[in-house]
């Protein structure tokens, strides 16, 4: 089933959606049991949903990264604003995670698996900006990667990429969570390019001011409104050597 739901991914990247183009997809998961997802009612918000929530019978949760190429993290990097390319990806991609997740739940009811899912963003209170199912934390339960100081998730890919999520009612083996960090400034307290990175002073080595970022991102939806929602901004992503990994570095 894994197998299936890899290579469903990997053929609906490979003919994409617009200008942008990804490296391997990472799929990874979870039980839907495990009792992380009930912590995340503590380290997300009370209001944070459950595998059950979305899908009763809920037996396993998937997660999935779509790594943006090197070439788009540096446009993204060099760029004295948001690199237009960048904001175009974010838009394109989000688009993409909705189509891989719509086939998937098609293609896997067709051979007796019910899914469930949740839109790639948009899905949080735009007041508390806290989420009501968020991707990064529940692929860090699924064993995608480890946060960094920037409160993004690296993957073996490394972190600028897009996540996607579904929960299913067929159990499926738990990939293991990786051990150690792979943020060098958790791990070694040397880096800070994604504090630097940061065009709002929104992120700081004691966190993030997620106002603040926010209030930057919606800058960035209007400059490039012409394109549709991309409140994205990624200079944290891109900007540091977490922005692009290859599994083994």
């Known amino acids: 089933m894994k197998e299936y739901i890899e290579n469903t991914i990997l053929r609906i990247c490979s003919g994409g959606i617009g200008n942008t183009s990804y490296r391997r997809p990472l799929v990874t998961c979870a039980r839907a049991d495990d009792p992380l997802f009930a912590e995340l009612k503590k380290a997300v918000g009370p209001e944070h949903l459950l595998p059950q929530d979305l899908l009763p019978g809920a037996a396993s949760v998937v997660a999935f990264f779509l790594p943006f190429t090197k070439e788009l993290a540096a446009l993204n990097r060099k760029s004295p604003y948001v690199a237009r390319e960048w904001a175009e990806a974010y838009y394109e991609t989000n688009l993409l995670i909705k189509l891989i997740c719509e086939k998937l739940t098609a293609g896997l009811a067709a051979r007796g ?49 897009r996540l996607g999520s579904l929960v299913l009612d067929q159990p499926l083996a738990p990939s293991p969570r990786p051990e150690g960090r792979h943020c060098l400034y958790l791990r070694e307290g040397k880096c800070l390019a994604c504090v630097k990175s940061c065009p709002s002073g929104a992120l700081t080595p004691e966190g993030l001011d997620k106002q603040k970022c926010y209030s930057y ?15 994205a901004c990624g ?15």
């Open 235 to 249: 200079k944290c992503a891109a900007g540091g050597p977490c922005a692009i990994l290859e599994p083994g570095d």
């Open 113 to 161: 698996v019910k899914a469930a899912w949740q839109q790639p963003t948009h899905n949080f209170d735009q007041e508390k900006l806290v989420s009501f199912w968020s991707h990064k934390h529940v692929a860090y339960i699924c064993g995608a990667g480890t946060f960094g100081l920037h409160q993004m998730l690296i993957t073996p890919y490394g972190c600028a990429g």
């Open 217 to 231: 991102l919606l800058e960035v939806d209007t400059y490039y409104n012409d394109l549709g929602t991309c409140d």
